[in-house]
Nanobody, 126 residues
Framework: QVQLVESGGGSVQAGGSLRLSCAAS????????MGWFRQTPGNVRERVGT????????NYRPAVKGRFTISRDNARNTLYLQMNSLTPEDTAVYYC???????????????????WGQGTQVTVSP
């Protein structure tokens, strides 16, 4: 069992930056691939990006590539999402997720996640 708690959400103007954190507790954090997903009302939860257990492999959805950076600190059991050049289209609830994997890879589907955090709201105003 893994417990995930996001923090760092808030309101920012377009062009601004935010850094989200996800603190993990429970079983060994370093065995899990991790990811950030986001969801707006009435829409499916979409992948922002995921990172392998070692941190060596990362993928991003095209809309955020070059603006967002996912990283992890396995010694601190923490996942990060640095978001720069934010636009109103980035407004959503952001969720941290963990996937138990037997290989050092990433994943793409929200339905493949094993654990979820409670989410943190990010609001970007024009």
């Amino acid at each position: 069992q893994v417990q995930l708690v996001e923090s760092g959400g808030g309101s920012v103007q377009a062009g601004g930056s935010l850094r989200l954190s996800c603190a993990a507790s429970g079983r060994a954090f370093s065995r899990y691939a991790m990811g950030w997903f986001r969801q707006t009302p009435g829409n499916v939860r979409e992948r922002v990006g995921t990172i392998s257990a070692s941190g060596e492999r990362v993928n991003y959805r095209p809309a955020v590539k070059g603006r967002f950076t996912i990283s992890r600190d396995n010694a601190r059991n923490t996942l990060y999402l640095q978001m720069n050049s934010l636009t109103p289209e980035d407004t959503a609830v952001y969720y941290c997720a963990a996937k138990d994997t037997s290989y050092d890879g990433t994943w793409y589907l929200a339905t493949s996640a094993d654990y979820w955090g409670q989410g943190t709201q990010v609001t970007v105003s024009p």
